[in-house]
């Protein structure tokens, strides 16, 4: 296959020209050449961009993902990094669940202010800075993980 030019490689990935000359100059992909004044690429850039679109959603720093690739640019997947990364993820997405189920609460609670909700009450003691987490519990979990 032939390679690709820069436009094209922007086109395909999705991202700008500023983009994947960054990603170049921080040598995360490389150019095969120039046609003119025309970066080009391989074909094969685009898996590359791929993972590190993905890393970047995972929250990978930009030298993480870096130490993803191998000096010819094949994936060096660290699969240790990875597995701590999806942990960490699983903590936010707790973290993220038990915040939407507080804000759930506050939205539709009944009582006619919410420091007079016991369960209102039990999750803001339990969120505060040296919360009791046993009162997360009786606010079935509803604040756990809001200490930071």
């Known amino acids: 296959m032939t390679d690709l030019d820069i436009a094209e490689v922007a086109q395909r990935a999705g991202v700008p020209v500023s983009t994947l000359r960054f990603y170049e100059e921080k040598g995360l992909i490389a150019s095969s050449g ?24 995972a929250g ?9 690739f191998a000096p010819d640019g ?21 973290e993220l669940g038990v915040l939407r189920d507080f804000l759930r609460h506050t939205a539709a609670c009944p009582a006619p202010s919410h420091l007079e909700c016991p369960t209102f009450r039990r999750i803001l003691r339990a969120g505060a800075p ?7 519990r009786a606010a079935g979990g509803a604040a756990e993980g809001f200490r930071q």
Do not use: C, H, N, Y
């Open 34 to 57: 120039r046609r003119g004044l025309r970066r080009q690429f391989d074909p094969g850039v685009l898996e590359q961009l791929a993972l590190i679109a993905l890393g970047r959603a």
């Open 60 to 68: 990978f720093s930009l030298d993480e993902i870096g130490r993803m």
């Open 130 to 136: 040296g919360g009791d987490r046993q009162g997360s």
């Open 74 to 94: 094949q994936p060096r997947i660290d699969r240790q990094m990875f597995a701590a990364k999806a942990e960490e993820l699983d903590r936010t997405i707790r």
